[in-house]
């Protein structure tokens, strides 16, 4: 399960009791699809509250059900399905048949979460729903601190395959370490097929590729790191550019998506794909001094502590549907 979605089953789980379904771990088969169909009968006819993650085919049985049965469901959408990049192939939006599931979904569910203003925005441009509300994703500030001496290190943080390398921009995060042959560049994430053999072909050896990492090291490589890049080219929040930020990183990101809405004044922008501007950014990176000031726009605005308050003051207004 990823780390975001096993945080906010944490959240639930502290203030509800929470039956939990990972769809996931039943897809390819007919058999699969008749046990999440079964479960999520059972669960949904158990439960007060439906909740769950993504607009996708699976929450719109949820969703279904749930209206079926008169009880309220929130869905928090992830981003992918409101983006249409026919560019890299990117977003939900660019096939009709899932854009329809999505649709139907936004509209139907009780209340929508929104990530981010920019997914927010999104969100509505696709759907005429007044059920949406911004909460933003959350990191523990407490579990994701800065080391008392940083490393002369560059970090990237994200899934590497031949769909992410171009939207995560990690070909000029590696160009860019060419120019700092005395500074580590630091890869991390999954890597589930040879997309990172074709990286590591072009790398120079102060680029390393960690694969992915358990939290705890993950939480080590944030801490002793001095610079963040989130290079992409869409971004509906940017969850490991606010660990970074938690973690005293300076950003240096794109303008994409909501990562000015999230980095704010504390980062440095850079023109996605641009070598020249990002060398720049990453050297005036190095040299600055004011990780703290990072760190705070962290806590004030995404601090999970803030995201389970907005939960349970959610999750609390929440009144029984009539049965469609």
């Known amino acids: 399960m990823p780390t975001f979605i096993q945080s906010d089953l944490d959240l639930l789980s502290k203030h509800y009791e929470v039956r939990s379904l990972d769809v996931g771990k039943y897809e390819g088969s007919f058999k699969g699809e008749m046990i999440v169909a079964y479960r999520l009968l059972r669960g949904v006819l158990w439960s007060d509250v439906v909740f769950s993650w993504f607009a996708d085919r699976h929450t719109r049985g949820a969703v279904r059900l749930s209206r079926m049965f008169g009880k309220p469901s929130v869905v928090v959408v992830g981003g992918y399905e409101v983006a249409k990049m026919p560019e890299i192939g990117y977003g939900s939006m660019l096939d009709p048949k899932k854009a329809k599931t999505v649709r139907y979904v936004l509209k139907s569910a009780t209340k929508v979460l929104a990530v981010s203003g920019f997914s927010q925005e999104q969100i509505r441009a696709v759907s005429d729903a007044d059920n949406v509300e911004l909460v933003y994703n959350g990191v523990d500030t407490g579990t994701f601190i800065p080391s008392a001496s940083k490393s002369n290190l560059v970090l990237t943080v994200g899934l590497?395959?031949?769909?992410?390398?171009?939207?995560?921009?990690?070909?000029?995060?590696?160009?860019?370490?060419?120019?700092?042959?005395?500074?580590?560049?630091?890869?991390?994430?999954?890597?589930?097929?040879?997309?990172?053999?074709?990286?590591?072909?072009?790398?120079?050896?102060?680029?390393?590729?960690?694969?992915?990492?358990?939290?705890?090291?993950?939480?080590?490589?944030?801490?002793?790191?001095?610079?963040?890049?989130?290079?992409?080219?869409?971004?509906?929040?940017?969850?490991?550019?606010?660990?970074?930020?938690?973690?005293?990183?300076?950003?240096?990101?794109?303008?994409?998506?909501?990562?000015?809405?999230?980095?704010?004044?504390?980062?440095?922008?850079?023109?996605?794909?641009?070598?020249?501007?990002?060398?720049?950014?990453?050297?005036?990176?190095?040299?600055?001094?004011?990780?703290?000031?990072?760190?705070?726009?962290?806590?004030?605005?995404?601090?999970?502590?803030?995201?389970?308050?907005?939960?349970?003051?959610?999750?609390?207004?929440?009144?029984?549907?009539?049965?469609?």
């Open 160 to 324: 590497v395959n031949k769909n992410t390398v171009p939207l995560k921009g990690f070909r000029t995060f590696i160009e860019c370490a060419a120019r700092f042959p005395d500074v580590r560049f630091v890869v991390v994430g999954l890597c589930p097929d040879n997309a990172v053999d074709e990286l590591k072909a072009v790398a120079p050896k102060n680029v390393e590729f960690k694969g992915l990492l358990p939290q705890g090291e993950l939480r080590e490589i944030f801490a002793k790191a001095k610079v963040y890049c989130q290079l992409s080219m869409h971004e509906s929040f940017g969850m490991s550019t606010v660990e970074a930020m938690s973690s005293g990183c300076i950003p240096v990101v794109t303008r994409a998506g909501a990562l000015p809405e999230v980095v704010g004044d504390t980062g440095i922008f850079v023109p996605y794909g641009d070598v020249e501007a990002t060398t720049k950014a990453i050297h005036e990176a190095l040299k600055r001094t004011d990780g703290d000031k990072v760190r705070e726009r962290a806590k004030k605005l995404f601090s999970i502590d803030i995201r389970e308050r907005e939960f349970v003051r959610i999750i609390e207004g929440l009144n029984p549907v009539k049965p469609s």
